[in-house]
């Protein structure tokens, strides 16, 4: 066979395994040394592409796809800098857990390390932040070759999909000429509808000896802690509650927890922690004897604090899978079981529990008296905090919100109270960036058909600006309320604050731009409100009407920051005074 057709045969193997695999969607950045690989998996019928010129913005796009969708999802580029570019969205996405398959093309080990053109060192370029990498071999077509192929494949997505999902990356050297022959027979090779070495998983679970071990730590302890930060189990809110409601302890809820909103039991679920936790005196009241965790630390600060304060308190961390995640470096039990079945085995435990504890209904009390506190408004001009709680008041049934990083949510976490609206909450806090931030909201509106809703400051916004060109490109709809107070609003509340000589230049960071002219630029609405009543009538209207509508909400960050210690002081006087 000649070139061309072990390079075709060799690559639409590869393709049609991943395919065979469950893999249907790829993001494609343009490139001439990527050529057999775009063409190939723009070729497959089961497959959907996207193609985004900017390699950033395209691998935060593929990565808010499978956020969504929980399955993996391919990024296609060219050598060079192309892939250097991939590179704060794939270590976002190994913190994060998200399934990537990253596909470089590079050139053949001949052109290395003799300053050829466009020619880096991609062998491990991604270091510790994938799940694994390997050097694909040069094509072929024999039998023996396509069998790699296809196993290196069907391996690519299971290991970014199985265990702890994250990024899997395959390096492919090429030869000239490298357009693909797509008139040859049997292009995709014989797969006999049976994937490559396709594996079972079954479900991790403690035997009944260390269930009952574990049980008998907590089983005479009344002052007991539910934890819920990050995480994408949709199964774990019917679970989790029950086992809170047969324990009678509360769950502290994150708001990327996904417990917050939905059809599930929420008389056990505290949502206002954060804002609880900002009094030191309410801190040592709130003492617990255990406390249980599942998904990541949540986003919370002051429940940092929290832990810092009480690490005597014996803390157990649930893991689908192995892993440490516990920022604090206290002593800590971990059990590495699904969650959802580790709730439901220790409810079955704890079914006959008699607490005479008022320890839940305080908490219970306290969330009403700040649930009532945070709603309460003294005028009709908006502010930060504000414009996120009237965003979640008149959000629609089944929406998902993604939420840009440093106010924004906080914001939220703030304000978003327990509801039955079915809200799925993403943001991209395994790094807690703001680079690629809308790519990824807008790679969520390419993946369902509810509304999708991004709430982010300007800074944020600015730094992914030109990722609306896939908006316009693919007819996405998204709603994206923007906050704008002129630069980075998180460090008025910094001790950096403080240093007035060069705070603004070093922190503050005012951009000083119109956001409308660039919105006009990608065929976008734009919208401009000054008060709660415009806010909500534009956001009714951007919801109807679909496509890109950006409805910029303009506040002061000095403002801001008075705003909100003043309202975080009112609430701690309330619960202390328990009015």
Sequence with gaps: MNHTENLTRYIANFVDELVCSGLTQVVISPGSRSTPLAILFSEHEKIKKYVLIDERSAAYF?????????????IVCTSGTAAANYFP???????????LVVLTADRPHELRGIGANQTINQMNMYGDFVKEFHEMAPPESTKQMLRYVRGRAARAVREAEHGNP????????????????????NLWGENNGSCYNFAYEGTKRLDQNQLKSLYAKIADKQRGLIVCGSQFNQELGEQITLLSSRLKVPILADPLSQLRSGTHEKATIISTYDALFKSEQLRNQLKPDYIIRFGAMPLSKTFLFFLQEHEDVLQIVVEDYEDMREPTNHSSEFVFANGSSFCKELAYLSEHVQSTSDWLSKWQQMEEIASITLSQTNNEKLTEGEAVRELMNVIP???RVFVGNSMPIRDVDTFFFPTDKEIIVHANRGVSGIDGTVSSALGVAASTNQPVTLVIGDLSFYHDLNSLLAAKHYQLTITILLINNNGGGIFSFLPQSKEEKHFEALFGTPLDISFEKAISMYEGNYELVHTKQTLKESLA???????????EVQTDRNENVVWHRELWEKLEQRLLNNE
């Design 541 to 551: 209207s951007a919801y109807k009407k679909g496509g890109l509508s950006v409805i």
């Design 62 to 74: 593929a990565l808010g796809i499978a956020k969504e969708t929980n399955k993996a999802v391919a």
């Design 397 to 399: 049934y089944k929406s």
């Design 166 to 185: 994250g990024p899997v990356h395959l390096n492919f050297p090429f030869r000239e000429p490298l357009l693909p022959d797509l008139s040859l027979e």
């Design 89 to 99: 969205a794939i270590v976002e996405a190994y913190y994060a857990r998200i399934p």
